[in-house]
């Protein structure tokens, strides 16, 4: 369903704003006639400056749905005034057709500042209509400069915005951040002042994509440019002395949003939940004032980077996002059921539960042709001009060390997740048959990004290694053709790769292998050897409870039950602040080769970064998840030796299992899915919740 028949289909049939705007019209006329039209103007300026700080902070303060119908009656005095300005145009027109003037210039400049806001068109027999198909083209980017309004939007609302801003960073967000640079080489970091400047950010382009019924996805790409300025001081301990630093002329590129819009529903309130992240890391950077660059010590600039980007960026990066459960208060939701409206309550865990669509397996077979970067005496053997002998062909050149080679590995990456092949020594034509896998939720304008470096000698902080060459792939473009390989030229530098690319899409339907739990048992006793299953793991962590105060940070690591230190992939959850409830909601995905290893164990660890030791632990077999999924609160036991003994931690888990599937499987589930009766399908039994 596209999203603009879903605003059609369930916005259109309650005409709020329409029948507002009609019952209010007839005493608002009078009131508007009777002002001078440089006075409407004024008026109409105040209130859209007005509107955009009552929306501003109107987000902040209030709920959701208060919130919504605060921009209805926004949007019910805009079209108000936008039909005395309408009036007051024909007025002007009439007038000037009896002078025998032309307005036709006049005309179109008002239908330029006009065309992007007119999401609402008037019908004379129902009165005002949501024009949904005007909206889509917008969002589809049909309409390219309609985005200058927006970005003037953006600009009142930024201009207002600073003096929050600073308070906000200065007082909420930098204490937090501060308290987790301990241990860091910035812990002696203090910001004095922050100011984001008059340069708002851009929005550059807005595009709606066709996904799925129950999913509505926006991207929104943004670029900043701007004069922000921050006032720091970074204390070095060794000298005993204080450094302040001032970095200005900030600028922010490659940043694409992804607003996904999950479980679009027909009933109150539409949705059940928000998802945002960025779908690639921001790049940041910015420049130091003249004063700071004499007394800058090496690396700060990398340090405060690395900060940043891991304290705030990667924290936004997919797989990692920010997921909002839409929900209607209690209060809200009885007067809503008296008026005859349906309204359900979210689920939490299916929101923010990752739902996998395949898996990439990309290979790194070998390079060729590498930039070189390291010196070396290989041209040695080479050269023909090296007899001193003979000066009419000896070249004191030839005698110096020439960057002839490097020590090149590959990164490959994904959003957030990345691996790091080894290096080969002194070489421009490395081979690696290198392979990594990465599991997918959403292709749509993901990308598969290699990057190769030459690995240099750590000489101290700031110290970096060079970038040989990038090579970057669609996954959309993988999945339609499933299989690809081939060689790859470097987009930058020279040189280039042997690649391969494979596609593998995920499904809860379970193999043939594993049809049913008694297969699973006499694979186990027999000696055949027990089918592999690849697949991934879906892991939910809901909310923690303890009795004592803790700040937790919990760790879920698919690892092999005979060897706890024989840890394949390990995620983590950090709590914000002591306490003794939490609220996570997070979703994790786990990469698993064979589901059907009687060794691999999902493990639950809670550590306690007050004491600095781990309070509980939970193991869960991965075979047996496959039969009986976790669903509910698990108590977290304590087999560790520690000198504070928690006596209860409970967390709420939910996991989903999901398997490779192959074309064979694929084509036999479509063929049983279309001969299957609809009222089989309906009337299958649904898993039950089991609380533990």
């Not at 999203?3 to 289909?9: A, G, N």
């Not at 590498?370 to 070396?376: A, E, K, N, Q, S």
């Not at 996991?655 to 490779?660: A, E, L, R, S």
């Amino acid at each position: 369903m596209k999203w603009s028949t879903f605003l059609y289909k369930y916005l259109h049939p309650y005409r709020l704003m329409d029948e507002v705007t009609v019952s209010v019209w007839p005493y608002a006329e009078p009131f508007l006639d009777d002002l001078k039209p440089e006075t409407f103007h004024i008026l109409e300026k105040i209130f859209n400056l007005s509107a955009i700080i009552a929306i501003h902070y109107g987000f902040q303060l209030l709920n959701w749905l208060f919130f919504i119908h605060m921009v209805l009656l926004l949007g019910v005095s805009k079209q108000i005034f936008q039909l005395q300005r309408a009036k007051l145009r024909e007025l002007e027109t009439r007038k000037i057709v009896e002078l025998g003037g032309d307005m036709a210039d006049s005309e179109d400049k008002d239908h330029m500042e006009d065309e992007h806001f007119d999401f609402v068109k008037k019908d004379n027999s129902e009165g005002v209509v949501f024009d949904a198909d005007r909206v889509e083209d917008f969002c589809k980017n049909n309409l390219k400069p309609s985005l200058d309004w927006l970005n003037r939007i953006v600009r009142t609302v930024w201009l207002n915005f600073r003096a929050f801003a600073k308070f906000k960073v200065l007082h909420d967000v930098w204490p937090k951040v501060k308290h987790k640079l301990e241990k860091s080489p910035l812990r002696t970091l203090e910001i004095h002042d922050f100011n984001i400047g008059d340069k708002p950010l851009r929005i550059i382009n807005i595009e709606c994509i066709d996904y799925d019924e129950k999913h509505m996805i926006i991207d929104v790409e943004i670029a900043y440019d701007g004069n922000a300025n921050i006032t720091i001081t970074y204390s070095q301990e060794s000298l005993n002395i204080s450094i302040p630093v001032t970095l200005q002329k900030f600028s922010v590129s490659n940043v694409k949003v992804r607003i996904v819009f999950k479980n679009l529903k027909d009933t109150l309130p539409l949705v059940e939940g928000i998802q945002l992240f960025f779908l690639e890391s921001p790049i940041v950077d910015w420049q130091t004032a003249d004063a700071a660059k004499v007394v800058d010590l090496p690396g700060l600039d990398s340090l405060i980077k690395g900060m940043i980007d891991s304290q705030i960026i990667q924290r936004f990066v997919l797989p990692n996002r920010l997921t909002i459960p839409v929900q209607v208060p209690q209060k809200l939701k009885e007067k809503l059921q008296d008026m005859g409206l349906t309204v359900t309550d979210p689920d939490d865990a299916s929101v923010v539960m990752p739902d996998p669509e395949g898996v990439v397996r990309v290979t790194v077979v070998k390079a060729e042709n590498l930039r070189p970067t390291d010196l070396g005496f290989k041209h040695y053997s080479e050269s023909k001009n090296l007899n001193p002998c003979k000066p009419n062909k000896f070249s004191c050149s030839e005698i110096l060390p020439k960057k002839c080679t490097a020590d090149p590995y590959v990164t490959v990456s994904v959003g957030k997740e990345s691996y790091q092949s080894e290096v080969e020594s002194r070489t421009l034509d490395p081979e690696w048959n290198f392979s990594c896998e990465f599991v997918v939720e959403y292709y749509h304008k993901a990308l598969v990004k290699l990057e190769i470096y030459d690995k240099d000698i750590s000489l101290g902080v700031g110290t970096s290694d060079d970038l040989l060459g990038r090579i970057t792939e669609k996954i959309s473009r993988i999945r339609a053709r499933k299989e690809m390989e081939g060689w790859y030229n470097c987009q930058i530098y020279q040189g280039r790769l042997h690649l391969k690319f494979e596609w593998t899409s995920l499904s809860e339907t379970r193999p043939p292998s594993l049809s049913d739990a008694a297969a699973l048992a006499s694979n186990s006793t027999a000696n055949e050897v027990p089918p592999v299953v690849p697949g991934a793991v879906c892991l939910f962590i809901g909310i923690m409870h303890a009795k004592e105060t803790i700040r937790p940070t919990v760790f879920a690591d698919i690892c092999d039950d005979a060897n706890d230190k024989k840890i394949l992939e390990k995620k983590s959850l950090d709590a914000a602040a002591a306490d003794v409830s939490w609220i996570f909601n997070e979703g994790k995905i786990f990469r698993v080769k064979n589901l059907n290893d009687r060794d691999l164990v999902l493990q639950i660890r809670v550590y306690d970064n007050v004491i600095g030791e781990f309070i509980g632990r939970r193991k869960f077999k991965i075979r047996g998840l496959m039969d009986e999924r976790l669903d509910g609160y698990y108590k977290v036991h304590n087999p560790f030796e520690s000198h504070k003994a928690i006596r209860s931690v409970a967390l709420s888990l939910r996991t989903k299992i999901v398997f490779d599937q192959t074309e064979e499987e694929k084509t036999s589930e479509e063929e049983l899915g279309s001969k299957a009766p609809h009222s089989q399908a309906e009337s299958s039994p649904q898993p039950e919740k089991k609380i533990i």
